[in-house]
């Protein structure tokens, strides 16, 4: 196996999905905190008050609010991020358990509500900045990188509400003085970052409503990640002068696309998907500069951005150190009907009839990671991170308290076999960190049931449970892997 003596073996978490703790400490709210529990069947729902008191909800994405509505906090519903797993207060614990199974790093996201609980604020709240210092202090305990994502849809409620979100140029200035703020607290303790995660979401989930969605949407969507984008590189421009050894990077949803046929209309739209998806954000943050093919994307939807020359500079002077992304499966694309789909990962594509399929519409493609892998080096030459990959799935805890997963240690060994291919064809990958390497709530459905880590966490999906953390089989095998750096991955676990 090609796995270098440093390679960063680890785990991925979120603070909206696991911390809990949600109006503790003085912390602020987010969208998240007003967001219903869900299932694979059920869209998660945002519960609103009026200002007549009348109260409703509507879909999980928060579209279609009513003009005047606040995110509420309502009775009779089930908030499944209020507590989550409550690593607020099991945080100790938690990272004693990833320091057994060997972690070199951490991926964790700082609450910008726990920072700045409105998002407005000139000064920080400093219980919020006390606790990740604790926490960053613990895992230097045990010499475990953090990975820290600065924003992980975690945006302060009041600013969503009050300044219009991502569609204010404002926003920019709000993110600045938080990372500022915790660019100068954590200096000493945190030298890799990530500006926001999964940046290209916002015009990924755009291909879920099709036709649907407007020029308008379409027209707020490319603002917002335009915004962003001068965020993330006014971000990378100040970390620098903080501490030059700052690795910043960006966060891509990835997704490998492969056409259905071989249709020249299907090579095409694959094409196009992967230039809109993939490479938009992608080029913008590791470039600097918009691709040619972003005229083609604006113009068919009439878009006109906001961008001034002073933009376009921050673009230039604040491209990223390195790519970091997720990969969970691929997607088919295809210009002709189709009656089977797939609806994993919100991608909602063809069902590839040459994969097998999660109880959650996920494909599992190791193949297609090494095909993202390839791809994207040999477009940007940067140091890549695997941030997010793994397989959820129902757990049964046996009467001994033993957890058999060998569907989720199949699939990882499966993609830690196909990296490793990657970095014998010339890519420069640095790290590993699977997603939900401890249950957590999960952000699409909301359910506990959809899990993911080799640390069981007893909660079931209405709330009820002990918190009591168990290790599953997959726990020794990964303290295996990373234990061989990689080249023990048929470990047999009784």
Same mark, same amino acid.
């Given at each position: ?53 009348? /109260? ?44 057994? =199974? ?7 996201? &700082?609450?910008?509500? +726990? ?16 606790? !990740? +210092? ?20 975690? /945006? ?35 030298? !890799? ?8 979401? /916002? ?64 090579? =095409? ?53 390195? !790519? ?78 033993? &957890? ?7 699939? =990882? ?5 196909? =990296? ?12 590993? /960190? ?16 959809? +899990? ?29 892997? &990373? ?12």
């Amino acid at each position: 196996m090609s796995f270098s003596s440093n390679f960063y073996w680890g785990g991925a978490t979120a603070a909206n999905q696991c911390e809990g703790a949600y109006n503790t400490d003085g912390r602020g709210l987010a969208r998240t905190d007003v967001t219903t529990a869900g299932s694979y069947n059920k869209m998660r729902t945002v519960t609103y008050k009026m200002p007549d008191g009348t /109260t409703g909800e509507v879909n999980g994405f928060g579209f279609d609010m009513p003009e005047g509505a606040k995110g509420a906090i309502l009775d009779g519903y089930y908030y499944p991020n209020h507590e989550s797993i409550d690593f607020y207060h099991h945080y100790k614990e938690d990272i004693a358990l990833f320091a057994e =199974m060997g972690f070199k790093m951490f991926r964790m996201s &700082i609450s910008w509500s +726990r920072i700045f609980p409105n998002g407005d604020e000139e000064k920080p709240n400093q219980k919020g900045l006390d606790f !990740y +210092r604790s926490v960053f202090e613990e895992l230097r305990k045990y010499n475990i990188e953090p990975l820290v994502t600065i924003s992980h849809f975690d /945006t302060p409620l009041y600013l969503e509400e009050n300044y219009n979100g991502w569609n204010n140029r404002k926003m920019i200035d709000f993110y600045v003085h938080y990372v500022e703020t915790i660019f100068n607290e954590y200096k000493d303790l945190v030298k !890799y970052w990530l500006t926001f995660n999964e940046i290209n979401n /916002t015009v990924m989930f755009l291909d879920m409503f099709g036709s649907k969605a407007s020029d308008k949407v379409y027209q707020e969507a490319y603002q917002q990640l335009h915004y962003q984008y001068v965020a993330s590189a006014k971000a990378v421009k100040i970390g620098h002068k903080i501490n030059s050894e700052f690795m910043i990077g960006c966060m891509i949803c990835g997704i490998t696309n492969y056409p259905m046929t071989c249709d020249p209309k299907d090579v =095409m739209l694959t094409r196009y998907k992967w230039e809109q998806g993939i490479f938009y954000s992608g080029d913008v943050q590791c470039k600097g500069k918009y691709p040619t093919f972003a005229k083609r994307l604006w113009n068919e939807h009439n878009v006109k951005l906001d961008i001034t020359d002073e933009d376009l500079n921050d673009l230039k002077e604040g491209t990223v150190d390195m !790519y970091t992304f997720s990969y969970y499966s691929s997607s088919i694309v295809t210009t002709h009907k189709v009656e089977n789909n797939a609806s994993g990962n919100f991608s909602m594509g063809t069902k590839n009839p040459y994969l097998k399929y999660s109880d959650w519409g996920w494909s599992t493609d190791a193949l297609g990671l090494r095909y993202y892998l390839e791809t994207i080096y040999d477009r940007y030459e940067l140091p890549l991170m695997v941030v997010e990959n793994g397989l959820g799935a129902v757990d049964k805890v046996e009467e001994d308290g033993s &957890i058999h997963d060998p569907y989720r240690i199949e699939y =990882m060994k499966e993609h830690i076999k196909e =990296m490793s291919k990657a970095i014998d064809n010339g890519v420069d990958l640095i790290a590993y /960190t699977t997603w939900g390497c401890i249950d957590l709530v999960s952000a699409g459905t909301g359910q506990m049931s959809k +899990r993911y880590g080799f640390i069981y966490v007893d909660k079931d999906d209405e709330g009820k449970g002990s918190l009591k953390r168990l290790k599953k089989d997959s726990f020794y095998w990964y303290k295996q892997v &990373i234990e061989s750096n990689g080249e023990n991955l048929e470990m047999e676990v009784k």
